[in-house]
């Protein structure tokens, strides 16, 4: 029999979120419902509210979760009840061209769950990157779950589902940081100081950190940079260069995604140096001018990262193993605890640079 629950949802653009009654089908073929147990508030759910990835409203909120298996649908092997999960919006197909070449992580078929959780009305919802985790019991797809440790903290291991993974795989996976390099990081948010840690955790041997903020830089510098620049204060190309013998870096993050900050990476790294795109640009933005000849003679890689590159089932209970050994501080991205009642303040802090993570607890 379905279940009502209670969830957040964004109704209209541009509107304050609403809680209300959700009703979850039980799980059809391939699916699974999960009672949720944690969820980070993530600038992707802003960016739903405000119509900024489609308009499909009503949204059904949140992404960034992890909690426990409740009941699972036919054919369903992977999961079983009872199963501690982070829940990923790439759950791989294993059949399309990228899965075919060996590359799932670049899957471009991923599964979503079949059946649609609905307002009381019977209103369909679109669940926040086919996940909709703002809500006491979520239905997905079996390959959205990724089992890991059950001792792992739920608040802190529930942000690899998208923000810290995308960091992370961002230096790791994308820019395949080694040590003794040099790296820099545009954008010291969430995704960010992420690439931060990412980066100090593959060994790099210098590591700036790049905000306006000086309470991000701050944050960078306790999880692993070695320098800091304030980009209102300095030149960051400038500031790169000096701290890297006037090369630039090997590595450059753009954890913001907005034209002035690639064009800094751009001009940030040194020769055969590597620049990666994280931060999600908006569909008006356009690569600057540069001349051609610049990107030719600078050689090395302009490279995007989805979702950290990563390969759910590989890369979650990897760092949470590492998590659990104390080797990854996922515990220092959880800036506070909150209730579904309070994801808008959360937004708002957000917009204020005020939290690295704020996580729904339920």
């Given at each position: ?25 039980d ?49 369903v ?49 679109s ?59 545009i954008?010291?948010?969430g ?43 300095q ?49 008006d ?56 009642g ?16 704020s996580?729904?607890?339920?």
């Amino acid at each position: 029999m379905p279940t009502t629950v209670v969830g957040v949802i964004a109704r209209a653009k541009g509107e304050p979120v609403e809680t209300v009654d959700v009703v979850v089908p039980d799980p059809g073929p391939g699916e699974v419902t999960v009672t949720v147990q944690a969820c980070g508030v993530c600038h992707t759910d802003l960016h739903y509210r405000e119509g900024g990835i489609n308009d499909d409203f009503p949204f059904l909120l949140g992404h960034e979760a992890a909690g426990v298996v409740e009941s699972v649908g036919d054919g369903v092997t992977t999961v079983e009840p009872g199963d501690f999960v982070v829940l990923n919006w790439r759950a791989v197909c294993g059949d399309c061209r990228a899965c075919r070449r060996g590359e799932p992580w670049y899957c471009f078929s991923t599964h979503n769950a079949a059946q649609p959780m609905t307002l009381a009305d019977g209103t369909p919802l679109s669940p926040a990157l086919g996940i909709g985790a703002f809500v006491e019991t979520t239905l997905v797809h079996a390959g959205q779950c990724t089992k890991v440790d059950p001792q792992a903290r739920p608040a802190a291991v529930g942000l690899l589902g998208c923000g810290v993974m995308a960091g992370l795989g961002a230096a790791i996976n994308t820019a395949g940081v080694r040590r003794g390099q040099s790296v820099a990081v545009i954008g010291c948010g969430g995704v960010g100081t992420a690439a931060v840690v990412g980066s100090a955790l593959a060994g790099a041997g210098t590591i700036v950190a790049v905000d306006v903020d000086d309470r991000k830089l701050d944050s960078a510098r306790g999880l692993g940079a070695t320098h800091t620049v304030n980009s209102r204060e300095q030149d960051p190309v400038e500031a790169i260069q000096a701290v890297t013998g006037g090369y630039g870096a090997d590595v450059v993050i753009d954890a913001v995604g907005r034209p002035e900050t690639w064009r800094q990476a751009f001009y940030a790294r040194d020769l055969a140096g590597t620049v990666v795109l994280v931060g999600v640009p908006t569909p008006d933005m356009r690569i600057p001018d540069l001349p051609l000849i610049d990107v030719f003679g600078r050689g090395g890689a302009l490279k995007s990262s989805w979702y950290g590159d990563c390969l759910p089932s590989r890369d979650f209970p990897m760092l949470v193993d590492l998590y659990r050994q104390g080797r990854l501080d996922l515990d220092a991205f959880v800036s506070e605890e909150i209730g579904l009642g309070d994801v808008e303040a959360a937004f708002e802090k957000m917009h204020r640079g005020d939290v690295l993570r704020s996580v729904v607890i339920l």
